[in-house]
């Protein structure tokens, strides 16, 4: 029988257990054997491999996070590393491994296909920031928890006549903060791929005092040049200029957790048993993305190492939305 591991790594996000149980429930209705490995690439290094059957990845759909738990390895990053994972694949006669993550962890599977090893990896990020996929597992959930905060703070900030500034997290990709930005009606955007000076924040803050808004709202990817802390201290130096008063909301993690939404429980899915496709098609060395509303496979070494930026442009757009 063959035998198939899978391993979520990396920044937890919602839809992972979603794409861990179709790995599983596909694979074995398709004959294979199932193992998980436990946290990440420091377990598959460590050996931590747990038999799963179809009733062993029950009631996870839901769920945030990865029962599998995660890590961020270190390790795999040197060559020692690399032959201790590849040893322990062949120790535990793993014939295909299925990676469940984003840059750091294709990254990872990368270097092991370079060692032979046939790796498929699922597109499994909050940050969105992947080549190869349209969206990742994770993302639009991450969106609506931001986007649910920025609701909540607007009815404060209109209360006191206040501007917020919301950072979210994305690494160095916008793609949070733009999503988040436009859908929550934010008077003001800066992302880490349009540099945005903090006059021009200003500027939009204040334009929208100017119209005869009582608040305002500027959403600040953490990535960017000036991120709130950065901002807040340039406002609070030129505070008799803009004439309101600024406060900082960083989500951090929090846009992490929870139970992800039905379109990242669907992609996890669909991306799973695209993810078995690709191991009985013997198409390794790939990554699993949602291209043009379909599933799609990307080689890996046109993945690794590599950020797709959010769509600058949108900042353009979002401004004069915010009229």
């Known amino acids: 029988m063959r035998r198939l591991a899978v391993l979520t790594s990396g920044g937890d996000a919602p839809g992972m257990n979603a794409a861990t149980r179709a790995v599983v429930r596909s694979a074995v209705a398709r004959g294979f054997a199932v193992a998980g490995v436990y946290h990440g690439y420091t377990g598959l290094i460590a050996g931590d491999f747990r038999a799963l059957g179809a009733r062993d990845v029950g009631g996870v759909l839901h769920e945030g996070g990865t029962f599998l738990g995660t890590t961020r390895c270190e390790s795999l990053k040197t060559d020692a590393g690399r032959v201790a994972a590849c040893r322990s694949l062949e120790q535990n006669g793993i014939d295909a491994l299925v990676v469940i993550g984003g840059n750091g962890s294709q990254t990872g599977a990368?270097?092991?296909?370079?060692?032979?090893?046939?790796?498929?990896?699922?597109?499994?990020?909050?940050?969105?920031?992947?080549?190869?996929?349209?969206?990742?597992?994770?993302?639009?959930?991450?969106?609506?928890?931001?986007?649910?905060?920025?609701?909540?703070?607007?009815?404060?900030?209109?209360?006191?006549?206040?501007?917020?500034?919301?950072?979210?997290?994305?690494?160095?990709?916008?793609?949070?903060?733009?999503?988040?930005?436009?859908?929550?009606?934010?008077?003001?955007?800066?992302?880490?791929?349009?540099?945005?000076?903090?006059?021009?924040?200003?500027?939009?803050?204040?334009?929208?005092?100017?119209?005869?808004?009582?608040?305002?709202?500027?959403?600040?990817?953490?990535?960017?040049?000036?991120?709130?802390?950065?901002?807040?201290?340039?406002?609070?130096?030129?505070?008799?200029?803009?004439?309101?008063?600024?406060?900082?909301?960083?989500?951090?993690?929090?846009?992490?957790?929870?139970?992800?939404?039905?379109?990242?429980?669907?992609?996890?899915?669909?991306?799973?048993?695209?993810?078995?496709?690709?191991?009985i098609d013997r198409r390794f060395g790939v990554l699993v993305g949602l291209v043009n509303g379909a599933p799609a496979c990307t080689p890996l070494a046109d993945v690794a190492g590599r950020m797709r930026p959010a769509n600058a442009a949108l900042v353009e757009t979002a401004r004069q939305l915010a009229a």
Not at 231 to 244: K, P, T
Request: net charge negative.
């Open 110 to 279: 990368h270097a092991l296909a370079d060692r032979g090893v046939a790796v498929v990896g699922v597109a499994s990020t909050i940050d969105n920031d992947l080549y190869g996929t349209d969206v990742s597992i994770g993302a639009t959930t991450a969106v609506d928890v931001a986007l649910e905060a920025i609701d909540r703070l607007r009815v404060t900030a209109a209360a006191m006549r206040r501007a917020f500034l919301v950072e979210v997290m994305g690494r160095n990709c916008g793609f949070l903060a733009l999503m988040a930005g436009i859908t929550g009606g934010a008077e003001a955007i800066a992302i880490p791929e349009l540099d945005v000076g903090p006059d021009q924040i200003a500027a939009d803050l204040h334009d929208a005092y100017a119209r005869g808004k009582s608040h305002a709202i500027a959403v600040i990817a953490e990535g960017a040049r000036l991120n709130a802390d950065r901002l807040l201290a340039y406002f609070r130096d030129n505070h008799d200029r803009f004439g309101f008063d600024v406060r900082v909301t960083k989500l951090g993690h929090v846009q992490r957790g929870g139970a992800p939404g039905a379109f990242d429980r669907m992609l996890g899915t669909m991306l799973g048993v695209a993810a078995v496709d690709a191991v």
